[in-house]
């Protein structure tokens, strides 16, 4: 397997340009999920590193060799497809045996690669078939075992989730992290689902509107947003945010909420707040952050009475809507707490969970600087 790089990587069609001078390495072996909302650019970065797309400026290097105007055949990927792309007239076998036959692998090396393939992905007994007598499922694992067969440089995958029902999207997920860890491929996965980026990607590359916001770990992207964008983007339910006003008080850098409620700081924020003395800022918390005060939470934990708005029972869990002037406070909380609206409860901030993001820009206060 090879390493990718993208070197202050343009497009633009016409005089439009969509995707504006990214930089991004991406070691051998390594799975990278390309995340962010419809018309980000994360296909057409796809496309361009598969030779679907030509670029307007900058570098791809593949393996260390710049492939900017080798066609897509040459430059060894395989690209797993939101449609499958099978051939409807073709069994599984010759869907898989397809690319390898057209590099003039022998027969017989052919029959092992494809046998093993399907062993792995549990569709040996399948190799008969046309595709229309498969599931979605079963669709796609082919669409996978003919990658898998090729052996290539960099694997790619194009939403390839999509169009299967939520239980199939679950399993083919496993699936295809059960197969990166087997086969630890370098791997570029697109999809526009935070879910599937967070349990799959060992890094998260975030865009938006052609730039990359984050690039970092799961854990980093979730716990340490450099932008609101971030923060707001990760999360089912996302992080909850509020106006605010940084403020000095009795000899402290305090936090005015637009109800008036008014929050001490924690050590992490008062660095980067005491720049932002009366200054308009957005605080941000997520939701299983918000705690019933009370036993177990600690003494120096910002409290808030709030009034309660709506329940939304999740089974496990339910999700708990205050009211906080304009905005709705939401706290994720045991299945066994189900307050009526309108109940007025005092609610603990884990201050060590607390965001603080600037008003016009959305870079995190406590953050390092933006990507240049």
């Not at 708990?320 to 709705?328: N, S």
Request: some cysteine; hydrophobic content about 40%; glycine content about 8%.
């Amino acid at each position: 397997m090879s390493a990718v790089s993208l070197r202050n990587v343009f497009k633009s069609y016409d005089d439009t340009q969509v995707i504006h001078g990214v930089n991004l390495d991406i070691p051998d072996g390594e799975f990278v999920v390309f995340v962010g909302p419809s018309g980000c650019g994360k296909s057409t970065l796809m496309r361009m590193v598969a030779g679907l797309e030509d670029i307007t400026g900058g570098e791809i290097l593949i393996d260390g060799h710049v492939v900017n105007d080798l066609p897509p055949r040459d430059r060894d990927i395989a690209m797993v497809f939101q449609d499958y792309a099978l051939y409807p007239n073709k069994t599984v076998f010759d869907n898989m045996a397809f690319g390898l036959r057209l590099r003039g692998t022998p027969l017989q090396q052919i029959k092992s690669c494809v046998q093993a393939a399907a062993e792995t992905l549990q569709i040996e007994h399948l190799l008969d078939r046309l595709p229309k007598a498969l599931s979605g499922g079963q669709r796609q694992r082919v669409a996978m075992g003919r990658a898998i067969v090729r052996q290539p440089k960099v694997f790619l995958f194009d939403e390839p989730l999509s169009n299967l029902d939520a239980l199939l999207r679950n399993q083919v997920r496993a699936e295809i992290k059960k197969q990166h860890h087997r086969l630890k491929g370098t791997t570029i996965y697109v999809t526009h689902d935070q879910v599937e980026a967070m349990t799959l990607a060992d890094r998260i590359v975030v865009l938006r509107a052609g730039i990359i916001v984050q690039v970092g770990t799961p854990d980093e992207i979730y716990h340490h947003p450099r932008h609101r964008f971030v923060a707001g983007f990760t999360g089912s339910p996302p992080m909850n945010f509020v106006d605010a006003t940084v403020v000095a008080a009795d000899g402290e850098t305090m936090l005015n909420l637009v109800s008036h409620h008014r929050l001490p700081l924690p050590p992490s924020l008062l660095q980067a707040a005491g720049d932002q003395i009366g200054r308009g800022v957005e605080f941000g918390i997520r939701p299983e952050n918000v705690h019933l005060a009370g036993i177990g939470t600690p003494a120096h934990w910002p409290r808030l009475s709030l009034a309660v708005e709506l329940i939304e029972p999740m089974g496990a869990e339910n999700l708990v809507h205050f009211a906080l002037c304009q905005h709705a406070l939401i706290g994720r909380f045991g299945n066994d707490v189900r307050p009526a609206p309108g109940t007025l409860l005092e609610v603990a901030l884990d201050s060590d969970k607390m965001h603080l993001f600037d008003k016009e820009t959305g870079q995190a206060l406590d953050s390092p600087p933006p990507i240049p």
